[in-house]
């Protein structure tokens, strides 16, 4: 047999098994993120930061595109220089589960915070958010109302939120916040899946155009839920500004950094250390 088929069929062993781990790493990370979401919603008491619909959309439509476009991810540049992995080894072993869960929670706790800064942008505090939460912030209410600023809302001189009028395009405003933080960070997320420990520096994303074009199709049907009236009454949504996609990139960003930092962790610590029986 010749030698050289024999590297190509290491190196592709290898590359497919990277690829399988990135794929459950960028699902389980990304699901993560919505548990903690619903959980510190609930823990706060605060109102829903995202429904059920909305929480649909992103498992069905905005993560798998991307999760199936890791799978054509390229080696790693070192992929032959790591030596053999355990055979006793699992995909995901407690390093890796540790990163699952610091970008878990962070995805889940910046949906939140998002949530929870866009009504502080509007004069609301938490403390409004939590007193309030089952008597104003609804997704359903209907009541006579006034326009400020494109938001509807009435205005009280003593307690911003007690003679809030119609709450449910305020609330569907603040939902909007909240999902697209989710989903632009799961964006970003995924191009942090391009390898387990290389920087996007030395592997960048347009090394998978597929996993380009997956992110932007993402993107793209995000926006039409957000800005075509029809998808956005089915996903009670409402237009975002300028000013909110500032926000929404503003918490989204962080994860990059988050995942840069965990990854160079990895390169030091764990890069040429192996376990062998």
């Not at 062993?13 to 990135?22: E, L, S, V, W, Y």
């Not at 355990?86 to 889940?108: A, D, P």
């Not at 697209?180 to 347009?206: D, G, H, K, R, Y």
């Not at 975002?240 to 030091?268: M, N």
Request: include cysteine; glycine fraction near 6%; charged fraction near 15%.
């Amino acid at each position: 047999d010749n030698f050289a088929t024999i590297v190509t069929a290491v190196e592709e062993g290898r590359a497919i098994f990277n690829n399988t781990k990135q794929f459950i790493r960028y699902l389980i990370s990304s699901n993560i993120g919505e548990v903690v979401c619903i959980f510190l919603t609930a823990a706060l008491g605060l109102p829903e930061t995202l429904i059920p619909i909305q929480l649909l959309w992103v498992n069905l439509v905005t993560d798998g595109l991307p999760a199936t476009a890791l799978g054509f991810n390229r080696p790693d540049k070192d992929i032959m220089k790591v030596p053999p992995r355990n055979r006793k080894e699992g995909i995901v072993n407690s390093w890796l589960f540790f990163r699952y869960m610091v970008i878990g929670v962070y995805v889940g706790v910046a949906t939140v915070l998002a949530y929870v800064y866009w009504y502080h942008t509007k004069g609301f505090s938490l403390g409004d958010l939590t007193r309030n939460s089952n008597s104003h912030f609804s997704h359903g209410s209907n009541v006579n109302s006034t326009a400020v600023n494109g938001t509807t809302i009435s205005v009280d001189t003593i307690n911003p939120i007690d003679n809030v009028s119609d709450m449910s395009s305020l609330s569907a405003h603040a939902s909007s916040v909240s999902l697209s933080v989710l989903v632009i960070t799961e964006m970003f997320n995924a191009a942090n899946a391009l390898s387990e420990n290389q920087s996007l520096l030395s592997q960048p994303i347009w090394t998978n155009p597929w996993l380009i074009l997956a992110i932007l199709l993402s993107i793209i049907l995000h926006l039409m839920i957000l800005y075509i009236d029809f998808f956005s009454d089915i996903f009670k949504v409402e237009k975002l500004d300028l000013e909110d996609w500032k926000i929404v990139l503003y918490f989204s960003f962080p994860v990059l950094i988050i995942d840069e930092v965990l990854k160079l962790i990895g390169r030091k610590r764990f890069g040429s250390k192996v376990k062998m029986d």
